[in-house]
């Protein structure tokens, strides 16, 4: 493999991280008898890609999905030069939408991924930087199209925000984040990506999925970090967080599976997105459970991204299955879902 092209697939979301002090060794994560009704997974950059990758591949299992700074499901196909070329940059075309459907279809009557039924049920919410140097807006839109030819209603089902003058990263309300460190210029992108936007991307983007919240506006929980040892793949870190509202120990709760972007790991030294994104104050105001995977750096994927183009499969593999049921990051990510969701010890 070209080291420089691998090196550029794995860029998505670049810049410096914040250090972090030593931390004690992880518990496992819990059983909180979470409700497996109203679950809901968003993301950003390779994590946008992921979290397509979790509905599609199991939409029977969320009800609603968020992706930010990223393009349509299967966008790579398994090929670093469309991941590139199409998915990043579009200088051999935009997204080929034709294409990635035959994909789906071939993986549907393998039973690789959720039913067209189930798909067609689900709600969504895309926002885009217009002045995204990292993905292109094109392939932003490739995205909306995607999602509205698999949707029932997409006018009632699917929201779209185009941001014409944001950068490549998550938007921020400047005034409710208390990052460690400065916001990334909402323009220009860069440093922790948290764009200071002046927007609340995630009680926007959570609102649409699930409605107003209707619990404590002040509610407040707790963010605990977990042994992702259990849930062994390829490119996971050693540890996860999770952020537990205060009652939802006692079950019942729903869940958002939280995906960062590349070099905003928590294993690469950044709690930011874990801690400032927002998504915390929203789910204690309902209540609802974060799961906070963690990917990590590596010689194939030295950013610490999210398994969006086949580096975590078998190298041996023509086609790899990463974006199907039986991908290993998939099959992580929702092994931690069905912890939470199981009934507690």
């Known amino acids: 493999m070209n080291v420089r092209l691998a090196l550029l697939a794995a860029g998505l979301c670049l810049g410096p991280a914040a250090s972090l002090h ?23 950059s ?20 968020g992706v930010a700074a990223a393009g349509p499901w ?19 075309g ?14 549907r009557e393998r039973d690789l991924v959720g039913s067209p039924a189930a798909l067609a049920e689900l709600r969504a ?10 993905v292109a807006p094109d392939v932003g839109e490739a995205l909306v199209a995607q999602l509205s030819g698999w949707l029932a209603d997409p006018e009632a089902q699917l929201r779209v925000v185009r941001d014409p003058q944001a950068g490549h990263g998550w938007p921020v309300d400047e ?8 916001l990334a210029n909402c323009q220009a992108g860069g440093g922790s990506h948290l764009l200071a936007c002046d927007r609340d991307l995630a009680a926007e983007a959570l609102n649409w999925l699930h409605g107003p919240p209707a619990g404590d506006p002040d509610g407040a929980g707790r963010l605990r970090r977990f042994d992702q040892s259990d849930f ?8 996860g967080y999770v952020f537990v509202p205060e009652g939802c120990e006692a079950g019942g709760c729903p869940v958002t599976v939280a995906l960062h972007g590349c070099e905003m790991s928590a294993a690469e030294g950044d709690e930011r997105f874990v801690r400032h994104s927002g998504l915390n104050a929203r789910a204690a105001a309902e209540p609802r459970i974060v799961l906070y995977p ?11 991204c999210w398994d969006w183009w086949g580096f975590a499969e078998s190298t041996w593999q023509l086609d790899p299955m990463h974006d199907t049921r039986q991908g290993s990051q998939v099959e992580a990510l929702m092994g931690m879902l069905d912890r939470l969701q199981a009934d507690a010890d």
């Open 294 to 304: 963690q990917a990590e750096a590596s010689l194939a994927n030295p950013k610490g």
């Open 22 to 44: 030593a931390q004690p060794a992880p518990d496992a994560l819990p059983r909180l008898s979470a409700s497996q009704d109203r679950a809901s997974v968003v993301g950003v």
């Open 74 to 92: 299967a966008c790579a196909r398994g090929e670093l030069g469309l991941a590139l070329g199409q998915c990043m940059f579009t200088r051999l």
């Open 46 to 65: 390779s994590g946008g890609y992921m979290a397509a990758q979790l509905a599609v591949a199991w939409p029977s299992r969320f009800a609603g999905l």
């Open 94 to 107: 935009t997204p080929d939408l034709e294409a990635i459907q035959a994909r789906y279809r071939d993986y």
């Open 125 to 134: 919410h895309v926002w885009h930087g217009g002045a995204d140097a990292t």
């Open 175 to 182: 005034d409710q984040a208390t990052p460690d460190g400065t």
């Open 232 to 239: 062994e793949a390829r490119g996971l870190a050693d540890a």
